[in-house]
C-alpha cells in the first residue's frame, strides 16, 4: 500500500529473490472518500475480487515509529499494535512514504533513473542518494548503497526551516510567517505551495487575481497563456533546487534523485538554470555540487514499489 496525503493507492506485488518486486493491478481511492484505511481496504477487497495477502507492507505519508501514525496531510490514524486485526490479516509492515519511495530509487532501472545534472552514468554502486519529491508535502529520505545492500534511512527533511535567498523570497516568508509562525521548506516546496507564491507575485506587482484550485493553477503554470502562473512554477523550481542542494550537502550525498508526479510534469524547468544555478550555489562547496548525479525517477508507482521493495529488502535480513 502507498498512503498519502491525498490518495491512498493497493496492489498486490509478487515477491521475488533475485530481482526486484512485481506489482499486479493498481487500485486507487482518494483519502478523503473515507473514513480510514479500514474503509479503503474493504473497498480494494472488493475490487480485487479476492481475498487479499495476508501480509501488507504499507508506506505512510508521516512518522511511523509511534503507537498512534497520524497522517501529515489527511486525517487518516493508524493504530500500530491494531491495524492489522482491523484490516483481518497476519501481518504488516509500516514504512515512511519516502522510505518507500528510497527503496524503489534503489531498485529503478536505469531508464527509469532519467539524467537531468550532473555526470552522465548509474549512480554511485556506494555511498549515499538524497531522495527528494514535493507532492501535498515535501517527502525527504536518503538511500545508503553499502557491500551490496541497500538501506534506507526516513527523514522529516521536508519540515527544516525554509531559508529565503533573495527579496522575493524574503517577502514570501514573511507572509507565510504571518500565518504560520514557523515556515517548513515545504511551504514554498510543494504542490499547494503554488498558490502562495502566485499570490505573493500579484501582490507585489499590485495585480488581483481569481483564486483557483491547485490542480487548475498547477495546469496554468504547466501551460501556455499565463506568465505569473508560469512565474510562480519558476520560483518553486528555483527553492526546489536550493532546498535540495542543502539536503544533498547535509547528508553528505554523492547522488540526487528527484521522485514523483508533480517532478515529472516540471521537467523541462529541473533540467534548466532555474534549478541548477540554485542547487549549484553552496559556497565553497559550489564545484563539489555540481559534480553530484541528478536523476529524475520515472515510474507510475514508485511507492508502491518502494513499500514492496523496503519489505523484500527487509526479508533479506
Given at each position: ?9 493497493f496492489a ?20 478523503a ?10 473497498a480494494?477487497?472488493r475490487d ?22 497520524r ?15 482491523e ?8 514504512h ?20 537531468i ?7 554511485p ?8 519529491g514535493p507532492?501535498?508535502?515535501l ?14 534511512l ?12 533573495d ?7 514573511g ?9 517548513s521548506v ?12 502566485h499570490?505573493?507575485l ?26 505569473l ?7 518553486l523550481?528555483?527553492?526546489l533546487?536550493?532546498?535540495?542542494g ?17 517532478a ?13 544555478d ?5 559556497g565553497?562547496?559550489?564545484?563539489r555540487m ?28
Amino acid at each position: 500500500m502507498d498512503l498519502g496525503g491525498t490518495n491512498a493507492r493497493f496492489a498486490v506485488a509478487e515477491l521475488h529473490d533475485d530481482r526486484r518486486p512485481a506489482l499486479g493491478q493498481v487500485h486507487a481511492y482518494r483519502t478523503a472518500d473515507f473514513s480510514g484505511l479500514p474503509a479503503a481496504w474493504a473497498a480494494f477487497a472488493r475490487d480485487l475480487g479476492r481475498a487479499p495477502p495476508p501480509i501488507a507492507s504499507i508506506a505512510v505519508a508521516g512518522p511511523v515509529d509511534g503507537a498512534l501514525i497520524r497522517f501529515t496531510n489527511n486525517d487518516w490514524t493508524i493504530r500500530s499494535a491494531t491495524i492489522a486485526q482491523e484490516l483481518g490479516i497476519e501481518r504488516i509492515a509500516l514504512h515512511n512514504d519516502f522510505a518507500a519511495m528510497a527503496a524503489a530509487v534503489g531498485v529503478l532501472d536505469g531508464d527509469e533513473l532519467v539524467p537531468i545534472g550532473g555526470p552522465e552514468g548509474p549512480l554511485p554502486a556506494e555511498g549515499v542518494t538524497t531522495v527528494l519529491g514535493p507532492g501535498t508535502g515535501l517527502g525527504v529520505a536518503q538511500l545508503l548503497r553499502r557491500r551490496g545492500r541497500r538501506i534506507v534511512l526516513p527523514t522529516e527533511g521536508g519540515h527544516i526551516d525554509f531559508a529565503a535567498l533573495d527579496g522575493f523570497e524574503e517577502t514570501l516568508l514573511g507572509r507565510l510567517r504571518a500565518r504560520h509562525r514557523r515556515v517548513s521548506v515545504e511551504r514554498i516546496v510543494s504542490g499547494p505551495a503554488l498558490a502562495d507564491i502566485h499570490e505573493t507575485l500579484a501582490m507585489i506587482d499590485g495585480r488581483a487575481i481569481v483564486p483557483r484550485d491547485d490542480a487548475a493553477l498547477w495546469q496554468a503554470a504547466t501551460g501556455v497563456g499565463d506568465p505569473l502562473a508560469a512565474q510562480a512554477l519558476d520560483r518553486l523550481t528555483m527553492a526546489l533546487g536550493a532546498v535540495a542542494g542543502d539536503l544533498a550537502l547535509a547528508h553528505g550525498a554523492n547522488a540526487v534523485v528527484i521522485t514523483g508526479g508533480l517532478a515529472n510534469r516540471i521537467e523541462a524547468r529541473l533540467r534548466s538554470p532555474l534549478f541548477h544555478d540554485r542547487f549549484r550555489a553552496k559556497g565553497r562547496f559550489e564545484a563539489r555540487m555540481a559534480q553530484l548525479p541528478i536523476r529524475l525517477a520515472r515510474h507510475d508507482q514508485a511507492g508502491l514499489l518502494g513499500a514492496a521493495a523496503a519489505y523484500q529488502e527487509d526479508e533479506r535480513t
